[in-house]
């Protein structure tokens, strides 16, 4: 399983046109992944978000394929899952061979925890985590994969040109999160609403929809709302709220 000089060299440079400049640490980190585990970066197998590298659910498979992975097993747990509220968890166990005793993981997911471009597909969510988390018990992988993340629903742009496409990510081309994912991830971290965050930025921005938004609006947007909740989450869910009985008034 171990990668060429040639394909390193090739995974480097793609690596340096997809998220540009990196920093010596995260260079060195990345070299270390791809001689370990022969990860592709055209194939989409890592991915660099906020100065870390994350796994994806494919490059798991893929690794667990070259190790000659024997079997997975999926299953629910019933007595945590509650479907009325969409919240499903998951227990997983990875194989690597006929004899093996098994290396399990859990996935939850609920509307709190992940993306609200995935609503309605928390129980997949859930087992793709479980997966990912047993996939990476079994095999000694030290980073967190992207689907665990909570506000990503499927992996980031391609380049066109040189660095990311301005017109899907923050416009800095440097491989941060997108504004919508910094938007989901304080939804995760202070437990919001996701409907009532987008009715209060759609307010904020004074459009009807975040859409319509410019990137400026929604950036201030987002910098409001870290600070309201960071200052006082009870006032934000106060505020929050407000919006729903807006919302039931006009209905």
């Known amino acids: ?19 540009g400049p990196l920093p010596k640490i995260a260079r060195r980190a990345l070299e270390e992944l791809l001689k370990k585990y022969t990860f592709s970066v055209a194939l989409g197998d890592i991915h660099y978000l906020d ?8 490059g798991l498979l ?8 024997s079997g997975i097993q999926v299953s629910p747990v019933r007595e945590l899952c509650d479907p009325v509220a969409d919240r499903w968890v998951f227990k997983a166990t990875v194989f690597k061979s006929p004899a093996s005793r098994g290396f399990s993981g859990y996935g939850d997911a609920d509307p709190t925890n992940t993306s609200v471009l995935v609503r309605g597909a928390e129980m997949r969510v859930a087992e793709t985590r479980a997966v990912n988390r047993a996939l990476r018990k079994a095999y000694g992988i030290g980073i967190c994969s992207v689907e665990e993340l909570g506000y990503l629903s499927s992996p980031p742009e391609r380049v066109q040109g040189k660095g990311i496409d301005s017109s899907h990510s923050n416009g800095n081309g440097s491989g941060q999160p997108r504004l919508r994912d910094k938007l989901c991830l304080l939804i995760r971290k202070y437990e919001l609403d996701p409907t009532l965050v987008k009715r209060y930025a759609a307010d904020f921005c004074g459009t009807e929809t975040v859409r319509d938004a410019s990137r400026d609006l929604v950036e201030a947007f987002i910098s409001t709302l870290a600070e309201e909740a960071a200052k006082d989450r009870a006032a934000l869910i106060c505020k929050l709220n407000s919006y729903n009985q807006l919302a039931e008034v006009k209905s």
């Open 1 to 19: 399983m171990k990668t060429t000089s040639r394909t390193l060299r090739a995974n480097m440079r793609l690596a340096r046109t997809t998220w």
């Open 62 to 69: 893929r690794l667990a394929s070259r190790g000659r992975c």
């Open 51 to 58: 100065g870390r590298w994350f796994v994806s659910h494919a």
